[in-house]
């Protein structure tokens, strides 16, 4: 993928090794907390808030990868509902779904995008 366009706006959490495939870490960005996962074995990376509106807990990004039908999805650890990967949806309770975030991968580093700024550029390169 391409640089960050404005690099105050990304910020780098960790390298693409740090994440074992089809797991998640957690990062703190601009004071919050972000799961970040990893798909596959390759750059294909995703990040989403940590914290589970369900349980009240930080505890998304130790949650399991895996796909309901078409979507990408990770289950809560503690009361397995099913979070999209792709836009936060809790397809559970939607009235619970998390932020989705900007996330990529750039000379080895992920990079999330937490800011409002940062999101919406990674939403215009996604519909570009």
């Known amino acids: 993928m391409s640089h ?19 797991t998640g870490v ?3 960005v601009d004071d919050k907390q972000i799961a ?12 989403i808030d940590n914290f589970d509106p369900n349980s009240q807990a930080a505890v998304l990004s130790r949650g399991l990868v895996g796909n309901l039908g078409e979507r990408l999805v990770v289950a809560s650890p503690i009361y397995k509902h099913h979070f999209d990967l792709r836009s936060g949806e809790c397809l559970e309770a939607p009235e619970q779904s ?11 580093k992920v990079w999330v995008a937490a800011s409002s700024v940062a999101m919406r550029e990674a939403e215009e390169e996604l519909a570009a």
Do not use: M, S
């Open 4 to 22: 960050p366009h404005q690099p105050e706006t990304w910020t780098a959490v960790c390298t693409v090794r740090d994440i074992v495939p089809n």
């Open 26 to 28: 957690c990062a703190l």
């Open 36 to 47: 970040v996962f990893r798909i596959g074995r390759g750059e294909e990376v995703y990040a």
């Open 98 to 108: 998390v932020n989705a975030y900007g996330a990529r991968v750039y000379d080895g």
